[in-house]
């Protein structure tokens, strides 16, 4: 669900590993990164964080069918998987004392958008499409998603993009205020050049 590489120079690459559903974040995934993120909490050695996706994608939000509507996992899992996802969007993600990088390409939706919310800067490459699509099946985004994107996002970007549910692209996303820089070419390898400088 996670590929954890470590490099030499002190950054921990996290990448979300679930490609055959746009790195959704599900039940295991989710274990997973309240795990990875309290391990590096206190590891020394780690100077900074690069998230990332594998397979094309940054991540296309929860998934809402491991995690609600169709789940069939025993009741004690996801309660435990919705306290996790609940700590590691809202209180280790801001509390990690290593700077966060992102670097996005494929899509970015939803739940995966505290992520890039909580980074010091994110780098996207030109053809990613970022959104708040939940309206679009009847819900509103969640309060502590919104809540985190609003507070590197312009308030008029957030409206739109919760209310409509269209996706934007990452110029937008630019102007908006969620991404840092957009790029051509592998958005991953801009990310570790800005974490090795910081």
Not at 77 to 94: G, K, M, P, S, V
């Amino acid at each position: 669900m996670l590929k954890i590489e470590d490099k030499a120079d002190g950054i921990r690459c996290i990448g979300l590993n679930r490609p055959d559903k746009r790195n959704a974040i599900g039940v295991e995934m989710t274990l997973a990164l309240e795990e990875i993120l309290l391990k590096t909490q206190v590891d020394p050695t780690v100077k900074a964080i690069v998230f990332h996706g594998l397979g094309g994608h940054f991540c296309a939000g929860m998934d809402m069918k491991d995690f609600f509507d169709s789940s069939t996992r025993p009741a004690e899992l996801l309660q435990r998987a919705r306290a996790a996802t609940e700590h590691w969007r809202i209180e280790l993600l801001r509390q990690m004392p290593q700077k966060i990088f992102s670097a996005v390409e494929g899509y970015c939706l939803g739940g995966g958008l505290p992520i890039i919310a909580a980074s010091t800067a994110v780098v996207a490459h030109r053809d990613s499409k970022f959104g708040l699509p939940e309206i679009n099946f009847g819900f509103v985004p969640g309060g502590q998603i919104i809540k985190a994107v609003g507070e590197v996002m312009s308030a008029r970007g957030l409206a739109y993009a919760a209310l409509t549910g269209r996706p934007f692209d990452a110029e937008q996303a630019q102007r908006w205020g969620l991404v840092t820089e957009v790029v051509e070419s592998d958005p991953l390898q801009h990310a570790l050049a800005l974490a090795r400088a910081s």
